[in-house]
């Protein structure tokens, strides 16, 4: 049995990139915040639907990458980003690409929930009246309404979406970011920690939501819970101390890790 | 781990040991610490309130009276010829016919039989020149009043109101005792009595005149012991006065004059009322001030020595005005009622006529101008300035100097005002126009800075959600951060506002300072604010002007407060926790 997985991992190891192309690819990514060298030659590929987790321990530089994806980083003014990343083969850091356009397909989920201060309803609506995804009033409700029922949210707030998006549980808060991200029909959704503010309960949740999710959408997560990646993703990227240490299927790196470093963060001998 | 190994190493001895008599030394000491500093602090709050109260309080008590006024309900008889017949339906013809002989035959009418002039005149100089305002917008409003009776309260001068306010002396009267027999109704009389009544007053009057020698022969010591010889003569004449005075006080028996320097004593008798000029034990001469019904005698009883304890030359009302203002109220013609003309008027050099209308108006026109300048510009920098300023030295310099700007004496912007706005671009001098703009120059950096404090308070993942979702830059400040910057803005705003409306001194430097009487209608027409009327008030001698200042910094303080307050509930109102 062993034998076999670590024959497996060899072949998986040297097998060409699978014919159907990535949907994200990033070649040689680099980014500097001033001075710091914070993500050094990141070269990975992250492939169409399903889940890819990244982990690694704390200033990695792995949310720094996810940040790269959606070019979240543009709003930091000491951020330099080098190197290529693509979605679809178009370059998303090419001069002419809107960024407002490239977010609208990218969405993302903080660490934090962060809903608007204003109504459940609003909230979710935000996102498509701004990019004009409704032609009327009942196209915006029926959007916002597939959208909270897609989150798992509708159930529980359907007779108050007029209520503040603040006067929801930390979860539920975090569902309705999620049910945000997704009313503007993006392609990949990014996740930066998005459970680390949440109880096990609320947590269980949002990795169920996960599971839904990933049947239409791409979905990069960043997590410090090992288990979590474990239980929700395909492929896991390891990332150490800026540079990107092994990536691979789920199971391989936390059953068959090739580098030692890996090895020692997931049986938790550093971190 | 390693942090656990590491404490556990530390040696027995050191570990803080809370048994010993140097631990608990220093509990206590620390508690003794902790409870002075609490009492600096309730100290410090304490001096803060006293001093807050005694300045409100002292406002009110002097502001209080301003909003009350005097008037007198006359029966005023509107003569048929005040305003020829033709001209009845003319409003302004009819304000401006000459109501003087009409409110003086009222007021004649009401304390009959005063023949000399100089009464007469005292007694219509108890009214305001404006006496009739009241009386004329009555004809006005129905010009069927002219040739009737009509009551109408009479505005009273500044004055006589604030004689009934109680700026007045201590009346005291005591019943004479013997039959007294006066020698006339009118003019100079003498009272004969049958006891030696006005002994009492005698006596203290020589007791005072020998005071007051005392008190000349020290000055004129004091003044010697300097010896210089331009002294010489004033020391003599100082030393024949003391001895004059002596003289009087050592012969006790000897009829005495009153003067302005006594407390005036004065004879009620048969319905008139006399001043005593000349004074002996047993008869008085003097001048009739309300002139009596007959010359019967009256017996002992029924007749009074009055005594206005201030001395006439002390107080604003002289003995006849008291006089008159006493019988008046004895009428019951005095009417009390709240000063609605503070409000309704602009400024006056008859204090009973002044009102803060004008200021009020100047001060609002001049706020909105400011307002509808600051705000738009003040919140839009701050947005550049916060949200889309690219971080170099060039906005470093704007940021520095704009915290500069806040420091800046306000003075320094009327002179800027002066030189810019009126010199420069030729803008009408005193206007309410120029006022704002200068104001606005000086509150803008407020409004900046609290705008960028409000901009930034807003938290980061607000920005990152909206951005998120594929909002512009744009649209995220102006969908989210900014109105969830407003209520700090709009308090910042209100505070700067509240600066503004309290600021002096750069509206003296651009005109606003003028004696304006009409209530400005436009932001070009020449007007003042309200600190600006305070101070021009504060300059004037009129006792009644003093309380008018008080009056009006009461007003001011209402607005501050009131804007204070609605910066307050602002913040409560739009206060989110996220």
Same mark, same amino acid.
Request: net charge neutral; charged share 20%; hydrophobic share 30%.
């Given at each position: 049995m062993a034998v076999e997985k670590s024959l497996t991992n060899e072949a998986l190891a040297v097998r060409p990139q699978p014919a159907k192309a990535a949907k994200v690819m990033a070649r040689g990514v680099d980014v500097h915040y001033g001075a710091k060298h914070a993500l050094k030659e990141v070269t990975v590929d992250i492939p169409e639907k399903g889940v890819m987790a990244f982990i690694g321990p704390s200033g990695c530089g792995k949310s720094t990458f996810l940040r790269c994806i959606n070019r979240m980083n543009d709003t930091i003014p000491t951020c330099r980003v080098t190197g290529k990343i693509t979605i679809d083969d178009n370059d998303i850091y090419d001069p002419d690409l809107d960024v407002v356009q490239l977010r609208a397909r990218v969405g993302m989920v903080f660490q934090k929930p962060n809903p608007f201060p204003k109504s459940i309803f609003e909230n979710v609506a935000y996102g498509p009246r701004i990019h004009g995804l409704a032609r009327s009033k009942t196209d915006l409700e029926e959007i916002v309404t597939s959208s909270l029922r897609r989150a798992g949210l509708f159930e529980e707030v359907k007779d108050r979406l007029g209520d503040s998006g603040t006067s929801l549980s930390g979860g539920q808060q975090q569902r309705l970011c999620i049910a945000r991200a997704i009313a503007v029909e993006p392609d990949i959704i990014l996740m930066d920690e998005p459970c680390s503010a949440l109880d096990p309960i609320a947590t269980a949740r949002i990795e169920e939501l996960m599971g839904e999710l990933m049947e239409s959408y791409t979905i990069v997560i960043v997590t410090h819970s090992m288990q979590q990646a474990a239980r929700v993703s395909q492929r896991t990227a390891f990332f150490h101390l800026g540079n990107l240490v092994e990536e691979g299927p789920t199971e391989l790196i936390f059953n068959?890790?090739?580098?030692q470093r890996t090895q020692d963060y997931i049986t938790g001998r550093f971190g | 781990m390693t942090d656990i190994a590491s404490s556990s190493s530390i040696p027995l001895g050191r570990r803080p040991n809370k048994s010993t008599d140097a631990a608990q030394a220093r509990v206590r000491r620390r508690y003794r610490s902790e409870a002075r500093f609490r009492a600096y602090g309730l100290i410090a709050l304490a001096i803060t309130t006293v001093f807050l109260v005694v300045l409100i309080a002292e406002v009110v008590r002097k502001g209080a009276p301003a909003f009350l006024q005097h008037s007198l309900l006359l029966d005023v008889s509107v003569p048929a010829d005040l305003v020829p017949p033709d001209k009845r339906g003319d409003a302004a013809a009819i304000r401006g016919a000459d109501y003087f002989p009409v409110t003086r035959d009222a007021l004649m009418a009401a304390i009959p039989g005063i023949e000399s002039r100089s009464a007469e005149k005292t007694l219509t100089r108890l009214l305001s020149p404006g006496a009739a305002d009241r009386l004329a917008n009555m004809i006005a409003a129905?010009?069927?009043?002219? @040739?009737q009776t009509v009551r109408v309260p009479l505005l009273l001068s500044a004055n006589a109101d604030l004689y009934y306010k109680g700026v007045g002396t201590p009346i005291t009267s005591r019943p004479g005792r013997g039959i007294a027999t006066p020698s006339? %109704? %009118? @003019?100079e009389i003498t009272i004969l009595t049958s006891s030696n009544d006005f002994a009492d007053d005698l006596v203290a009057l020589k007791r005072r005149l020998g005071e007051r020698s005392a008190a000349l022969v020290v000055e004129a010591d004091r003044l010697q012991r300097f010896g210089s010889a331009g002294l010489a003569d004033k020391v003599r004449e100082l030393r024949e006065e003391a001895a004059a005075l002596r003289d009087r006080f050592d012969h006790p028996k000897v009829e005495e004059a009153l003067d302005g320097s006594l407390p005036s004593l004065l004879i009620a008798i048969n319905g008139g009322l006399v001043k005593v000029t000349r004074l002996s034990d047993s008869a008085v001469s003097g001048d009739v001030l309300l002139p009596l019904s007959s010359q019967a005698d009256a017996p002992s009883g029924a007749w009074n020595l009055v005594t206005? =304890?201030?001395?006439? @030359? #002390?107080?604003? =009302?002289a003995d006849q005005e008291v006089a008159f203002l006493e019988r008046l109220r004895d009428l019951g013609a005095v009417d009390r009622h709240f000063n609605f003309r503070f409000f309704t008027a602009g400024d006056s050099r008859e204090p009973e006529l002044a009102g803060i209308r004008g200021a009020l108006m100047g001060s609002a026109l001049t706020l909105f101008v400011t307002l509808a300048l600051c705000l738009p510009i003040g919140v839009m920098a701050a947005v550049y300035l916060e949200e889309f300023a690219s971080k170099n030295r060039l906005t470093d310099l704007i940021e520095v100097n704009i915290n500069n700007l806040a420091a800046v004496p306000s003075i320094v912007f009327g002179l800027l005002g002066l030189a810019? &706005?009126? #010199? &420069? &671009?030729g803008l009408p001098r005193s206007a309410p126009l120029v006022g704002g703009l200068v104001l606005a120059l000086l509150v803008l950096p407020t409004i900046i800075i609290a705008s960028r404090a409000a901009l930034k308070a807003v938290p980061p993942s607000i920005k990152e959600a909206a951005l998120g979702v594929g909002a512009s830059h744009q649209q995220a400040v102006f969908h989210h951060i900014l109105p969830l910057a407003m209520p700090g803005i709009m308090t910042g705003t209100i505070i700067g506002m509240a600066h503004a409306l309290g600021e002096t001194a750069p509206l003296l430097m651009i005109g606003m300072v003028a004696f304006i009487v009409d209530v400005p209608k436009s932001f070009t027409e020449a007007a003042t604010v309200l600190p600006v009327q305070i101070y021009l008030w504060s300059d004037l001698p009129e006792p009644a002007f003093q309380y008018k200042t008080a009056a009006a910094i009461l007003v001011l303080l209402v607005f501050l407060f009131a804007m204070n307050g609605a910066a307050i509930w602002l913040r409560k109102k739009f206060e989110r926790r996220w």
């Open positions: 068959n890790p090739r580098d | 129905d010009p069927s009043l002219i @040739g006339g %109704t %009118t @003019g206005y =304890a201030t001395p006439e @030359g #002390n107080r604003k =009302a810019m &706005f009126l #010199n &420069f &671009f």
